[in-house]
């Protein structure tokens, strides 16, 4: 049986998306039951970049849908949908069998946002597919009584626990180092963030935080400078996965203080590298996140966060058992391994239908 994955280039983009292909790219459990292409339907850029990659990418695989069988179609909220439910039409059309998989982080803000005839298409675009992933529990719920859906089930992301395992180190050497990995802006946090650090120097004035990701990484480095905080925020911008374990090594804890989250590969990322968390109450982290495994404070609240810094900074007790919790954690319910079990029991799933 051959699958093609459809979504963002795993070589040429960034995010969540593109790092959960490219694990099914390198596969073992899926690759040997399965004939695995990947095809990139987009690519980071600039608009003119984005756009026109998107309307070969979408004629390119006219060109060779109708060799699969069955089609794993990763998509976001926003254009993603739109675009993604032109393939969807087509891979129906030819009879052909399709799992949607979705993580816009925004995807039911995006949802409600929309017109009345927007809002009907996207309902059309997820009960068409013969399966629906979402990335919890929580968010299957939500897409159920939402849209409908009969056809959603649930799927965490996974990590590559070997490759994290070399990331891991001794906290209390890194108790006032912390690290967030996403992109600069307001809904991963980052201005909040901005402003606890300034809060929390006063009660420990050697705290320093490393921002790694792309965004607003320019609006982010003048307000650090005009609080006066360049002792304290390292602005480091998009770094490359070299450059993200080198971060990880001198970190004791991880940070993603966001409004809109789904399942941050991020956080999933820091449990695996034994990081204390520091995040908020969205998406599907709540159901990650415990008491024994990090800190989660209301999105917003830049007082609760100060305070999460404090703790994490002199509790060594706390962030060592966090630490230690949150590596055993994501070996025993979110490794790349168990991830890709259940999605091939999803793929044998809707063959079999």
Known sequence: ?????????????RGGMATVIRGIRNSKILNQKYSID?????????????????VY?????????????????????????FRKRMYLKKIKKAGKKA?????????LVFYEGLDDKKKKN?????????????????????????????????????????EFANAVCDVTEHRNEFLLLGRLGERKGVYDLVNAVEIAINRNSAIKVYLAGDGEIEKVKTLVKRKRLEHNIDVIGWVDDQGKMELLKKSAT???PSYHEGLPM???EGMASGKAIISTTVGAIPEVIKEQNGILVQPGDVHGLADAFIRCSSDMEMVTDMSRNNINKIDCEFSMKIMHERLLAYYEDVIAR
């Open 1 to 13: 049986m051959k699958v093609l994955v459809v979504g963002p280039s795993d070589m040429k983009s």
């Open 38 to 54: 990947i095809f990139s339907s987009y690519i980071d850029g600039n608009i003119a970049v984005r756009f026109l990659y998107s």
């Open 57 to 81: 990418g979408y004629f390119k695989f006219l060109s060779i849908y109708k060799h699969y069988d069955l089609f794993h179609i990763h998509t976001a909220s926003y254009g993603s949908t």
């Open 99 to 107: 799992i949607l998989h979705i993580h816009g982080a925004k995807y």
């Open 122 to 162: 996207v309902l059309e675009f997820l009960n068409a597919a013969d399966m629906v992933i979402a990335l919890s529990d929580d968010w299957k719920e939500k897409f159920e009584q939402t849209f409908g859906l009969k056809n959603c089930v649930s799927l965490p992301n996974g990590i590559d626990t070997d």
């Open 254 to 256: 991880l940070v993603l």
């Open 266 to 268: 991020s956080v999933l």
